[in-house]
């Protein structure tokens, strides 16, 4: 028997642990993780385990390309030839883009930095179209943004594991995040102090010195709070503040609004707790700090994350050993093509992304990631202002995974053109014309930097795309030559051949050796500490900018400040409960994994979390499930109850990303059990990067009729293979 081990990366969430996969006779037989990896030194998850071989010949993959028969969403499908796909794709956004111009063709992708993203960026913009839509306004857009402002930005990745003190605001490590939640353990058990700051009795909360348990949406009080403490009491470091930030008398003035006693009003945390966290945070050190999705994607998202990061800046916590580290570039690294110029588009078609005339900081040409302001997309598809959206290439389920489905779906019915790539038939793909079939991990091969090592990575090719499988990155280089072919392109900016020639020129001016990086998964990049003194931080001054000229320049308030969130203000009484989305589940990245059999053995419903005493107020009992309302006017969705004392009495908690591939209709369930069918997709947004609330809204919550629900699971015979018995039983 012929044996092989195979260093490569994981990339089934944005985690990317070091993984072997181990290969006998040619067969993958298992994944494990690589302890030699510098970034994530042999964590890894159930996921990883056993996504990327479950994924390979699952049943319900699709490897053929197709196109739609009948109207969208009626499930008749013909099998076509890429070249017939490609050729016709290719023609009918040559005529949409003719008749519309460019902008009128939208994308739509997951992580921004991976290559299959890339090649929808670069196609898009090749076409003459900015218009790129990532679910970052729903992710890390706050956190983004705010770190481009300020320049106090960044993560510890390992160096969380030297911390002496840990701050954690707004995160789920055990939930979200392997390789924090492993550094965390470390240095915890290293005899380091840990403050978590959750509404939520996580897992971190549990393990905390410090568990503050602010209200939801009220942290920006929490952080001013602190901040006026340190300053208050002298604990700040007066020698770095003075060096190295601007703006801090103004944010110093701006804290006096928050003494303890009244942040302890706002946020539920007495104000005893808020002075000790303040002061064990300030003069413990090294101190690290995780920010998470739960204070993100939130109507305040921005300020309450600049209020952190100024925590951060006047305690000197940056850029030093034990403390979090900006971004660590590569010498050499042709990545980021957002920013490169020779793959820009010129200024007037930027400043056309639709949103950027409302967000500029989020969708202009200087903005954090220049993508669109999603509910501007769907506006300008619904209404054709300020300029019509007319086709769509979307690399993800945005059915599944963007606020009020029913709106997405009607938005997606609309478009003369919808592509989809897809590896199986998700209820965004449902409404494609054209599903193009893409690979799953083992089949491809990916390079990327990796700032929890700081490292290169990368994901090996271990097996040949089965059936007519291509990656995202070759499909963008193969419609790319037809659409050449047509002259219908603007812009060449997919130059390579294949998505090995796409990788070599990531490469192509580092001194990274292939065959290290091949031999082992990854080379590590050499970094130091306190590189600002050398070129100080990235922004405008150079300095951390703790009030940024960027905000005040356009009319915005530049210092972090907290607004009453709107699931408190006054509204309905029966919306009397708060519901916290987006919890992660161990067994799901966002809407995938629901066709696999051991990740439904793990969670096979999509949770309602809540407190004893309110399950029996309502009449709620533990094996039911529960009907979650949120505005009136939105359908509401169907979630099973979980009783848990981790939820305060006045708060709910779900996942997201709930469909059941098993399912029939072009929905396959997600308008009953996806959260995201009853939130709505704003306003209000965030001011600075129109991020809407679609993490906490007002709810009710009403006990659902058993008989009911049965009519509306899943069917057994159906379920993926080995989770019949789960099904039956609901
Ligand atoms: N297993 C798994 N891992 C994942 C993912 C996945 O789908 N599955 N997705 C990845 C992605 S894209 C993301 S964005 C991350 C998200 O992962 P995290 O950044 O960890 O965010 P969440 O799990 O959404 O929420 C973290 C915590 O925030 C708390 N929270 C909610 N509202 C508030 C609030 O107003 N204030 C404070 N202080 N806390 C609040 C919640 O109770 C929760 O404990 O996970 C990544 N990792
Ligand atoms: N209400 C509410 N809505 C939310 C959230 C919330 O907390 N609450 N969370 C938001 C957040 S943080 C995020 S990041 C988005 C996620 O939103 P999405 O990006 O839409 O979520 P995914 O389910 O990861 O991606 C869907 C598709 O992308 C492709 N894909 C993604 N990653 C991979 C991969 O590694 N390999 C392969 N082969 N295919 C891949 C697959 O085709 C998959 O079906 O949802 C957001 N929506
Ligand atoms: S956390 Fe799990 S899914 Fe994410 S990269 Fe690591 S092993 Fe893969
Ligand atoms: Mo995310």
Redesign the pocket.
């Known amino acids: 028997m012929s044996r092989q081990v195979i260093p490569s990366t994981c990339s089934e969430?944005?985690?990317r642990c070091g993984a072997l996969v181990h290969v006998e006779d040619g067969k993958v037989v298992r994944i494990t993780g690589n302890p030699a990896h510098p970034g994530s030194r042999g964590a890894f998850c159930v996921?990883g385990m056993n996504a990327p071989l479950a994924a390979l010949d699952h049943p319900a993959r699709i490897t053929r390309p197709m196109r739609r028969l009948g109207a969208r969403g009626e499930g008749r499908w013909a099998p076509v030839s890429w070249e017939h796909a490609l050729d016709e794709i290719a023609d009918r956004l040559g005529e949409i883009k003719g008749t519309h111009g460019g902008p009128s063709i939208a994308g739509a992708v997951s992580n921004h930095e991976q290559s299959r993203a890339i090649a929808v960026r670069l196609l898009l913009r090749s076409l003459g179209s900015p218009n790129f839509m990532i679910n970052q306004d729903l992710?890390?857009g706050c956190r983004y943004t705010a770190s481009m402002l300020t320049g106090a930005g960044g993560l510890p990745g390992s160096e969380l594991a030297k911390a002496r003190v840990i701050l954690v605001?707004?995160?789920?490590?055990s939930?979200?995040?392997v390789v924090e939640w492993m550094h965390m353990k470390a240095a915890k058990a290293n005899g380091a102090r840990l403050i978590v700051?959750?509404?939520?009795r996580?897992q971190s909360a549990r393990l905390a010195d410090h568990w503050l348990r602010?209200k939801?949406?009220t942290?920006a009080a929490l952080a001013l709070s602190m901040i006026h403490v340190l300053f208050g009491e002298n604990l700040f470091d007066r020698e770095f503040v003075e060096q190295w930030c601007t703006g801090a008398g103004e944010l110093r003035e701006r804290c006096t609004r928050y003494p303890p006693a009244v942040a302890a009003k706002i946020t539920g945390v007495a104000a005893e707790s808020i002075v000790e966290a303040a002061r064990l945070f300030a003069t413990t050190r090294p101190g690290s700090m995780l920010i998470?999705?739960?204070?993100d994607a939130?109507a305040n998202g921005v300020a309450t994350i600049m209020a952190f990061q100024a925590l951060l800046a006047i305690t000197a916590n940056l850029d030093r050993e034990g403390t979090n580290r900006p971004r660590k570039q590569l010498r050499g690294w042709r990545g980021n093509f957002r920013e490169d110029p020779r793959f820009r588009l010129p200024r007037e078609i930027e400043t056309k992304i639709l949103g950027g005339e409302t967000y500029p900081l989020w969708a202009g040409p200087e903005s954090s990631l220049n993508s669109c302001h999603n509910p501007a997309v769907l506006r300008a598809i619904h209404t054709g202002e300020p300029y019509p959206v007319r086709a769509m290439y979307v690399a993800n389920n945005i059915v599944c995974t963007y606020p009020d489905i029913h709106d997405t779906v009607a938005a997606l019915k609309k478009l003369d053109l919808l592509v989809v790539l897809s590896d199986q038939m998700t209820p965004t793909a449902e409404l494609a014309d054209f599903f193009l079939p893409r690979t799953t991990l083992l089949e491809e091969e990916d390079v990327f930097l990796d700032q929890n090592g700081p490292c290169v990575s990368i994901t090996q090719r271990i097996v040949q795309p089965r059936g007519e499988a291509r990656t995202g990155m070759q499909i963008a280089i193969d419609l790319a030559a037809v659409l050449r072919e047509r002259g219908v392109l603007d812009h060449d900016f997919i130059p390579w051949k294949s998505e090995r020639e796409f990788n070599e020129y990531l490469l192509a001016e580092t001194a990274v050796d292939w065959r290290e990086l091949r031999a082992r998964g990854f080379c590590e990049m050499p970094f130091g500490y306190e590189s600002y003194r050398a070129r100080g931080f990235r922004t405008p001054s150079g300095k951390i900018e703790l009030a940024p000229g960027r905000l005040r320049a356009l009319g915005l308030d530049p210092l972090p400040d907290y607004r009453q969130p709107v699931y408190a203000r006054p509204g309905a009484r029966e919306y009397d409960l708060t519901l916290?989305t987006?919890?992660?589940?161990?067994a799901?990245?966002?809407s995938r994994f629901r066709e696999f059999a051991w990740a439904r053995r793990i969670q096979d419903a999509p949770e309602l979390r809540i407190h004893p005493a309110t399950a029996a107020r309502l009449g709620i009992d533990r094996h039911d499930w529960a009907w979650v309302e949120m505005q009136p006017g939105m359908p509401r969705v169907l979630l099973k109850a979980f009783v848990t004392d981790e939820i305060p009495e006045d708060i709910v908690?779900t996942g997201m990303?709930w469909w059941y591939p098993e399912m029939e209709g072009p929905d396959h369930g997600a308008a009953t059990f996806n959260v995201d069918v009853a939130v709505p997709y704003g306003p209000e947004y965030d001011p600075v990067t129109g991020s809407a609330e679609a993490?906490?809204m007002a709810c009710k919550v009403m006990r659902a009729d058993p008989e009911d629900v049965k009519m509306r699971l899943p069917r057994a015979a159906r379920a993926p293979a080995g989770i019949e018995d789960l099904v039956a039983t609901g």
Do not use: F, T
């Open positions: 969430c944005s985690v996921k992710c890390h605001v707004g995160e789920s490590p939930d979200s995040h700051v959750d509404p939520r996580s602010v939801p949406g942290d998470g999705h739960g204070v939130q916290l987006g919890i992660r589940s161990m799901y990245h966002h908690a990303g993490r906490v």
